[in-house]
């Protein structure tokens, strides 16, 4: 027997209503994949443009085969090795997959998240909904354009009143979005980087996966929301710094009087109280420090600071995941982007 939140959140998705989860990457704001009324409260909520495609996450790797065709071995190779787990697939969607799920694609992007209380959700919806495809689509609960929330602290904060049901599970462990992998177009191509890496792939396909944007020339695709060049951004100006001139930038600004918020893994806080100057010491190491990653950019932006400095992370291949985030923060900060 569910427990009643999760009972509740069960009638919710029936209903046609919107309920706010917890996975271990961020948290989703989630519907019933399969009612495409459902599914466009969504994207009111997020002020979301409608042709941005949701995730639609399973309870197990077997569901697959209700969503997509012509799954490549591939598929079902990675799903066997890291699900639950954040890691996305792009796959030909089943004909009756709604469009309004997918963007319009003729594409679905799967997943079986790692959350024991979103699992039990997943789990308790699939025994009730019928016709059997029980789905959840649930892109990041935040804002379109905005910082993703880590906690159900942060997902009131983004959405208030706009959804009904929040079910806290605690603080996501992995604190970035899932790895994106295409398989809709022959070769694997990684659309969106993650704590599942390009190699952790290649050891279960046995090839190494194509990364967007790295051969010369490309640009990253729309269709993509997370790859936009500017999202994940807070309002306060974002700037990235080198290791070598943080110290001297951030004195600079000081001298010059402004407020200044600072995320930095390898040096430490001048000494001395600073009224102007927050500084805040990151883990330096990618896993830790993608963990704590969007509840600190959270934290520094509602300081209502002039800039926040960021101490540029190593370019070595396992950084590469925040590096993105670090990028897309900075390249949409300090604008209206996505308000
Ligand atoms: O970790 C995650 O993936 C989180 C949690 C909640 O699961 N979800 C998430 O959703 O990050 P969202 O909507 O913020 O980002 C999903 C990304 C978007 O960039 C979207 O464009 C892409 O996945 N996507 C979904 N379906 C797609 C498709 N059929 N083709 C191409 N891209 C797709
Ligand atoms: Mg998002």
Known sequence: MAVPIIKKAVETLQAGGLVALPTETVYGLGADAANPEAVSKIFAAKGRPADHPLIVHLADVASIAQWAEDVPQAAWDLGAAFWPGPLTMILKKQPWV??????????VGL??????????LLAAFAAVRTPAAAG???PSANRFGRVSPTTAAHVREELGDKVSIVLDGGPCTVGIEST????????????????????DIACVIGVSPHVRGRAEGEVP???????LAAHY????PLRQVGSGALAEEVARLVRAGGRVAVLAYSGSAPLGANPVLHWQTMTPEPVAYARELYANLRALDALGAEVILVEE?????????????LNRAAAGSGTSYGK
């Open 98 to 107: 709604p469009l309004a799920v997918t963007g319009g694609q003729d594409t």
């Open 111 to 120: 997943r079986v998240p790692a959350h024991p209380l979103m699992l039990e």
């Open 136 to 138: 959840i689509a649930a």
């Open 180 to 199: 994106i992998v295409d398989f809709s177009r022959g070769v694997p191509e990684i659309l969106r980087p993650g704590a599942i890496s390009p190699d």
């Open 221 to 227: 695709v729309p269709r993509v929301s997370g790859s």
């Open 233 to 236: 951004a807070p309002l306060t």
């Open 313 to 325: 992370v190593p370019s070595a291949t396992n950084w590469q995941a925040v590096a993105d985030r």
